[in-house]
T-cell receptor, first 112, second 116 residues
Framework: KNEVEQSPQNLTAQEGEFITINCSYSVGISALHWLQQHPGGGIVSLFMLSSGKKKHGRLIATINIQEKHSSLHITASHPRDSAVYICAVRSLSSGSARQLTFGSGTQLTVLP | EAQVTQNPRYLITVTGKKLTVTCSQNMNHEYMSWYRQDPGLGLRQIYYSMNVEVTDKGDVPEGYKVSRKEKRNFPLILESPSPNQTSLYFC???????????????FGQGTRLTVV
């Protein structure tokens, strides 16, 4: 079992829909990152969370440390939101000098 | 503007011809890292550096070298590239005062390498 599981793997939505992407992890963490990878390949950091909730524009990220679960929400989705969304956790274990463990990503396609 | 810059963005090379992918950050970050991204395997760490002259292996270091002579630069060296190193490569950096990646992570634009 992977340490970081994302669901769904693929998601197609109509423009304007509310979107939720989920991330579950099995290790103790000190931080969780949501990343966005556009079709051109570049990766952009959306959020870094250690507790609670963060909002930036139409994007909202929440984390529940006790349940080891995070969600990324997109309100009023738009075709330009089409990208791969990656969850990554900063593990507490094994010295963690290098530990970002990545989920496999969620491919989001928003249709006009 | 805070950024991590990789060069080149695209590279096609032949087996055995040494190459270097450069990575530079302008945020005075201590921690830098290289990843490769392959279909179905996600992002895997190649090497990382906690600070100048401090480097260590990640999960898939075979066939790669790195150096950290200056804080801002962290080049990835392929001494004798092989076709199985065809991949999309990312450099990343973060502050490490409270541990790497306990603050925002910054990624480069990626380098798409093809070895024929």
């Amino acid at each position: 079992k992977n340490e970081v599981e994302q669901s769904p793997q693929n998601l197609t939505a109509q423009e304007g829909e509310f979107i939720t992407i989920n991330c579950s992890y099995s290790v103790g963490i000190s931080a969780l990152h949501w990343l966005q990878q556009h079709p051109g390949g570049g990766i952009v950091s959306l959020f870094m969370l250690s507790s609670g909730k963060k909002k930036h524009g139409r994007l909202i990220a929440t984390i529940n440390i006790q349940e080891k679960h995070s969600s990324l929400h997109i309100t009023a989705s738009h075709p330009r939101d089409s990208a791969v969304y990656i969850c990554a956790v900063r593990s507490l274990s094994s010295g963690s000098a290098r530990q970002l463990t990545f989920g496999s990503g969620t491919q989001l396609t928003v249709l006009p | 503007e805070a950024q991590v810059t990789q060069n080149p963005r695209y590279l096609i090379t032949v087996t055995g011809k040494k190459l270097t992918v450069t990575c530079s950050q302008n945020m005075n970050h201590e921690y830098m890292s290289w990843y490769r991204q392959d279909p179905g395997l996600g992002l895997r760490q190649i090497y990382y550096s906690m600070n100048v002259e401090v480097t260590d292996k990640g999960d898939v270091p075979e066939g790669y070298k790195v150096s950290r002579k200056e804080k801002r630069n962290f080049p990835l060296i392929l001494e004798s590239p092989s076709p199985n190193q065809t991949s999309l490569y990312f450099c990343a950096s973060s502050r490490s005062g409270q541990g790497a990646f306990n603050t925002e992570a910054f990624f480069g634009q990626g380098t798409r390498l093809t070895v024929v």
